[in-house]
């Protein structure tokens, strides 16, 4: 079983993301969402996005 990360870009919607996998012959087997936080000049870190990034194996 290989398995493959594909991440949705800034320009990709979640949709677009998952016909990339399904053209190359992979499923999703696990769904990973992380925020991005960018640190301001106070100190604190805030949220400035959240990175997708799905799991997939070989469909066989």
């Keep these: 079983m290989k398995k ?3 991440r949705v870009s800034d320009y990709q919607s ?8 399904q053209s190359e012959g ?3 087997i696990k769904r990973i969402e992380k925020p991005v ?3 301001q000049q106070s ?11 799905f799991q997939a194996v070989k469909d066989e």
Aim: overall charge negative.
């Design 26 to 28: 992979y499923r999703p």
């Design 14 to 21: 979640i949709d677009d993301c998952l016909n990339q996998m």
């Design 4 to 6: 493959k990360k594909f």
């Design 37 to 39: 936080f960018e640190e």
């Design 43 to 53: 100190g604190e870190a805030e949220p400035v996005e959240q990175e997708i990034v």
